[in-house]
């Protein structure tokens, strides 16, 4: 299969998009009672309604293609195309209402992610990458930042929260090299990274529904994705990535991610 | 004078934040070096000739009126009505592609602030507070939600960064104490407490014209918003900001930071 051929993908999961957006857009900011589970009603009816959706979707479409997803059991997981879908990632962000949240739809082609798109339903914004075809932020070709080392780098990451333990100092570590770290930037950083807004992400917790589809978006504008050890993300990674434009301030912190410590 | 008298000067005021708005839109994500320092070219562009313009209107409408803002030096303080405006907040969001940074425009009146509006001019959001008109969020009529106490709490700060020492002990024990903490909010996160999606948020480093166009939009939500003894924002306050949906969240976040344990 030729790269051009992923371009039918391309199109079919921006209308995955649409409809995913549709229906977040009729729960955002919608009147609901506060929960002690963050991520209790009536999130969970946007996620799974819109994550039904794209099943029924992608099984009348591709019923040969598998399907992983955050709300239902994954199916056909050995099939040569797989799609990863997080109808809504950011779910934190969107109970309170703070539009950075996104829906996350990826295709992966024998295990290599070769489809992503990151689309912000609250904002009319949509990062889409696909291998063979440069990455685009509402259809205008986007690329990554130069930047000569992490020293001038700016740093996102979504909340301190997740990192803990031996996974804090080595946060800690990088996000006192950089020039400007960030917080609060759900999947929206990741597009920022595409555009060359942003030099360097940090997260832990991602699962593969969740990384998969940033891969193409990040990739096709120019710059890396990876796990902490600098190997590429598979089904089985631990869920710590870390996202560049450029490559060296990739391997920088890399290198202070795993014990270095800065010069 | 009365209180509905003070709805000319919000009138007024969203006109500033449209002129401010227009300017702010035209710099916002336009190619630039990267430079060494955050707040360096061109966002002083920005904010300079987004101050600049907002001083002349006022300047020609209210030649008595006194103007404070974060670029030029202030005039007139001891006027009966004093504009607070602060045309760049979130100046580390704007430069990094980030949508959230907005105008702030507030109106002391004898020290009072009677007007206050958060513009967000790449969202296209507005909330506009003023003493004896109910907060508005684009037009309609929005308000504070009840939290019944801080463990419930939805709590937001813009970065772990800011906090040092003494500071950095006391912001811990409040995150620690409630529900949900976020990060990355800037002032849009003062507008989500106005609507009723977030119960609490904890700062510091704030300047005058950072702080008081926030306080009508949160009173005249039903909200407060204090220093961190509980005492009223003044132009000597040192900075430190809990504004809170419900009064009884005030009330524990202020224990806490405080020094009183969480029982």
Chains 1, 2 share one sequence.
Not at 42 to 54: I, K, L, W, Y
Not at 136 to 159: E, I, P
């Amino acid at each position: 299969m030729n790269d051009a051929a992923y371009g039918e993908f391309v199109a079919f999961a921006e209308g995955l998009a649409e409809t995913s957006g549709e229906i977040l857009r009729r729960y955002f900011r919608a009147p609901f009672e506060i929960d002690d589970k963050p991520d209790a009603s009536p999130v969970t009816p946007a996620d799974r309604e819109a994550e039904s959706r794209m099943r029924e979707i992608i099984a009348a479409t591709y019923p040969e293609h598998g399907v992983c997803g955050e709300e239902f059991a994954p199916v056909r997981l050995d099939a040569e195309f797989v799609w990863m879908i997080d109808p809504l990632d950011g779910t934190k962000s969107f109970i309170t209402g703070k539009p950075l949240f996104g829906t996350l739809i990826g295709l992966l082609h024998r295990g290599r992610p070769v489809v992503g798109i990151i689309d912000h339903p609250a904002l009319g914004e949509r990062w889409v990458g696909g291998v063979g075809q440069p990455t685009a932020f509402n259809g205008a070709r986007v690329g990554v930042r130069a930047c000569v080392s992490l020293a001038k780098a700016v740093l996102y990451t979504t909340t301190y929260e997740t990192f803990e333990g031996a996974d804090r100092e080595a946060f800690d570590r990088a996000r006192k090299a950089v020039r400007l770290p960030m917080y609060g930037g759900d999947c929206y950083a990741y597009g920022l990274i595409a555009s060359g807004f942003v030099d360097l992400i940090i997260e832990t917790d991602h699962g593969p529904d969740d990384f998969f589809p940033l891969v193409p978006v990040i990739e096709n504008a120019g710059g890396l994705m990876t796990d902490w050890s600098g190997a590429a993300l598979t089904m089985e990674s631990d869920g710590r990535v870390v996202a560049a434009g450029d490559e060296k301030v990739h391997a920088e912190a890399l290198a202070l991610l795993n014990g270095e410590h800065a010069p």
